[in-house]
């Protein structure tokens, strides 16, 4: 059973920074994919940043983002202490929503990595809200 518990939103001005952590539990790191989702109210939820297994021709974790956040966030995990990060930076007004850590054990994954249909564990959200 995967249990998922994201932490460390809350309210900035824009400009600010936030770094959001997801701990996971009955989950094996690098070896599948994981992601980070937001909701804003009214809105779908989409996918902000995604890990990948390492290919048969690539080194480490693939990255993935949304284009709208590329640049500013930084996802990260930490096998050891069974942590998922992500680094919030230069948030604009925008970024405001409930964000989501999800993971799937699906090899398929890497087919659609930012598609909130790929995944099927979730957590509970955690707030960010972004104030001019």
């Known amino acids: 059973h995967v249990q998922l518990v994201e932490s460390g939103g809350g309210s900035v001005q824009a400009g600010g920074s936030l770094r959001l952590s997801c701990a996971a539990s009955?989950?094996?790191?690098?070896?599948?994919?994981m992601a980070w989702f937001r909701q804003a109210p009214g809105k779908e939820r989409e996918g902000v940043a995604a890990v990948a297994p390492p290919s048969a021709t690539t080194r480490g974790l693939r990255e993935y983002y949304n284009a709208a956040v590329k640049g500013r966030f930084t996802i990260s995990q930490d096998g050891a202490k069974n942590m998922m990060y992500l680094q919030v930076s230069s948030l604009k007004p925008e970024d405001t929503g409930m964000y989501y850590c999800?993971?799937?054990?699906?090899?398929?994954?890497?087919?659609?990595?930012?598609?909130?249909?790929?995944?099927?564990?979730w957590g509970q959200g955690t707030q960010v809200t972004v104030s001019t």
């Open positions: 999800a993971a799937t054990f699906r090899g398929e994954c890497i087919f659609n990595t930012l598609g909130p249909r790929t995944y099927d564990n």
């Open positions: 009955g989950y094996t790191y690098n070896r599948n994919c």
